[in-house]
């Protein structure tokens, strides 16, 4: 990808539009309202000495024990783990965030990471559950993502719930690490060793259903296939695309990881973070002192999965942190983040009460203002936000990107200020090698502004799209180059 022959533009620009998003600021976590600064910081980690693996645990579905798993950890060693993982759905196939949201809420206030996993319950009203809650008898491709049928309304009724615990989180300020459909290349799930394009037709319909039907914009999301053995398919046999997944990972149960890596290489291509989804040790069945040494499962991944970023232990018999051996000396490992070791610094202060948020003024529902390119990303099914300006009281910050490695930002950004556009450098963690286009992701500190006016940021954002670049596209055509506008108040 050769940059040199793009160019900038200044437009003269004029501003009016309406108020469209609604944001709420939350406490104590520096990535409160900022997911694309979370996927950046999670980028970062491989390429640091150490303190770069996030330690993480499940606890029970629902919240409904609390954060017992954890809680115990806690008691016997004195460290809170980096993420707490979570899922909504009991066995009852019915999404329970009243219950589990006040947990994840606390956690991440308290500067942790939160993920959710869902086992979606077979929505086909004729399956005789003869394989467990979340088999299959039949095959309910493409039925599931096909509007007028029984198991496209059972299974859009389970994301609606979701949805609906995901937009608390939202406006609790939580980004979370969703982990949908795990585990696809095995038979064991009804979404597993489905054909490729009814799967990867299913991913895209979910991640579409949250992010642009439901506007969901606090979601990061991980691709996370079985390590592969045997017969399994291949790590990226059913990936659905770059523009669709945030995070990839694998899940591991395995007394030595290193000897499970299958597709951890392949995952790598990807240029996403890696992190292991679930792990847990393979041992007969074990309730109390199971005897697996923990400290195993840092060696492996010193040895085998080195660009880690994180790791979330099982809950339950056999497998739990809180069951088995030397679990103090991992967490104390020079490799594991914990939580209040995130983030390479101390949290903000949370904005004081009456203190300002802000919204973003523009995204794809309208119009382009004439002569700016668009705050969204013409080019994807989402089109996500590529402009995303969160605030602190009266300090808002520039989002900009995606987090593609074949999308470029340059270096230089306007901010509207007493009457006149001023310039700014952005600031990122991937520079190309002529020192003037950030790679996938920037952002900027745009300092103190009055957030009862509107306010306006400008940046200049490049595609590749396999045979040429799009820069600054007004339209998809992009048949002229713009500098992208967002505005917000």
Known sequence: MNKNNLSLTVIAISLAFSFVLVSHASAA???????????????????????????????????RGGIDTIQTVFDQTGI??????????????IANYAQANPVLIDYWNNGGLVSITEHFYNPDPLYDGSKGVYGRTTYPFPAVYTPGNAIYTNFVSELDRIATGFKQLQDAGVVVIFRPLHEMNGGWFWWGSA?????????????????????????????????????????????????????????????????????????????????????????????????????????????????????????????GMSINQNVLQ?????????????GGGTAPPAPTPGSSTCSNLLNSSLAVPTSFAASF?????????????????????????????????????????NGQWTSFNYSGSSMDSGGNWFIGS???????????????????????????WNCGCHDSSCTANYWNLQQFK
């Open 330 to 342: 991992l967490l104390n490992d020079p490799l594991v983040l914990n939580r209040g070791e995130l």
């Open 377 to 417: 990303n013409w080019f994807t099914n989402a089109k996500e936000l590529l402009m995303n300006v969160v605030c602190s009281g009266s300090t808002a910050t520039a989002n900009i990107g995606n987090g593609s490695n074949t999308q470029y930002i340059y270096k230089t950004g306007y901010v509207w200020q």
């Open 80 to 93: 809170w783990v980096g993420i707490l993982g979570m899922e909504y759905t009991k066995w009852n196939g």
């Open 195 to 319: 054909n490729q394009g009814d799967f990867i037709n299913l991913w895209k319909f979910t991640y579409n259903y949250f992010t642009v039907t439901k506007g969901l914009n606090n979601i990061i999301w991980l691709y996370n296939p079985n390590y592969v053995y045997g017969a399994l398919r291949g790590a990226l046999y059913y990936y659905p695309g770059s523009q669709y997944v945030d995070l990839v990972g694998t899940d591991i149960y395995c007394d030595d990881p290193a000897l499970c890596a299958g597709g951890y290489a392949d995952l790598l291509t990807t240029n996403k973070p890696f992190i292991l989804g679930e792990f847990g040790p393979k041992q007969n069945t074990c309730t109390s002192n199971c005897g697996y040494d923990y400290t195993r499962l840092i060696n492996g991944i010193k040895q085998a999965l080195p660009k880690s970023v994180g790791f979330i232990a099982w809950t339950g018999a056999n497998f």
């Open 442 to 468: 920037a952002n900027r500190s745009l300092g103190t502004l009055d957030l009862t006016q509107k306010q306006s940021v400008l940046s200049y954002i490049c595609d590749w799209n396999g045979t040429k």
């Open 29 to 63: 976590n520096q990535f409160t309202n900022n997911k694309q600064g979370l996927i950046n910081y999670l980028a970062g980690l491989p390429n640091k000495s150490d303190n770069r693996v996030i330690s993480g645990s499940y606890v029970s579905a629902g919240g």
